[in-house]
């Protein structure tokens, strides 16, 4: 007998990847539970599935840097933060946060089907007592038009969001003259795409096209250092707010035209911002 749930949860992570550098993702979450009935008819009552599941997602790997430590150009150290994961390929970067702020994985590569079998695992050996197997799948949201990954950290938010390296893939939607712009969305997406998002005033330093961020937080002291080419800075907080705003002011001083910007952070949330290139902010 196997009880499924669709669609349970959602998990925000970013990633490191040989090939494409800092990686922001969101997936969609669904399970199957294997087992056998209780003398109730159930094999796992569904009030209690999600926040059983959800409650070991949000403790581990959900909000954190996935480094997978046998990947090249990557090593892994002890620092006055906590840990230090220092890359060379296919950039230098630099990370430094409490060790909450990491998910470490001895493999080559991270990858939805390895993250899901190690997070079956992990469940299966939780599970209640008439439950033989957890199986997770983690799968990227459908999305049929533009899409971006990014990688920030909030220092100011009381939860996961203040770790430094974590990341989304959104949606983005751009209004003009009371209609979508599908050729808009493409171009700034592409432009977003896997950039780290950071506030001006975390900047700690910026010479020789290398910047370093950094912010003391609830949960400890966090760094990171990347090419600048990589980064994007806001003059505020990175939220999902002060990012539809910062992107409507761009895409309508450039375009000359007053914009609607729908951001997602992750899957189906986020915020909607207008600009008017005619109207002072």
């Known amino acids: 007998m196997a009880l499924f ?8 992570v970013s990633l490191w990847c040989s090939k494409r550098g800092l990686v922001g993702c969101s997936w969609q979450v669904d399970a199957v ?49 906590g840990i230090r994961v220092h890359t060379t390929t296919p950039y230098a970067m630099e990370v430094r946060g409490p ?15 390895s993250v899901a079998a190690h997070l079956s695992h992990q469940l299966t050996t939780q599970r209640p007592t008439n439950v033989h197997r957890v199986t997770l799948t983690l799968n990227d949201e459908e999305i049929t038009g533009a899409a971006y990954g990014y990688s920030h950290g909030l220092k100011r938010h009381i939860g996961n969001c203040q770790r430094i390296a974590h990341g989304h893939r959104s949606r983005l939607y751009i209004w003009q003259h009371d209609a979508r712009q599908p050729q808009l969305e493409q171009q700034w997406s592409e432009w977003l795409d896997n950039r780290y998002l950071l506030e001006q005033a975390d900047i700690a330093t910026q ?16 760094a990171i250092t990347l090419p600048q080419q990589q ?29 609607r910007v ?6 189906n949330k986020g915020a909607i911002a207008t600009y008017s290139p005619d109207v002072a902010p």
Request: glycine share 8%; with cysteine.
């Open 5 to 12: 749930v669709n669609q349970l949860t959602h998990i925000d």
């Open 262 to 267: 729908q951001a997602f952070e992750g899957v």
């Open 99 to 113: 060790k909450e702020a990491f998910t470490l994985l001895p493999w080559t590569a991270i990858t939805t089907d």
């Open 33 to 81: 539970l294997d087992g056998e009935l209780g003398e109730d008819g159930m094999l796992f009552d569904f009030g209690e599935v999600k926040p059983w599941i959800k409650r070991t997602l949000d403790a581990g790997l959900d909000h954190t840097l996935l480094v997978p430590t046998e990947a090249p150009g990557i090593s892994i150290s002890e620092c006055a933060e």
């Open 207 to 222: 010479h020789d096209d290398v910047l370093t961020c950094r912010y003391h937080a609830a949960q400890g002291d966090f």
């Open 231 to 259: 980064c994007e800075v806001l003059p505020g907080p990175t939220t999902v707010e002060n990012i539809a705003l910062w992107l409507a002011q761009k895409v309508a001083i450039a375009s000359g035209t007053a914009t």
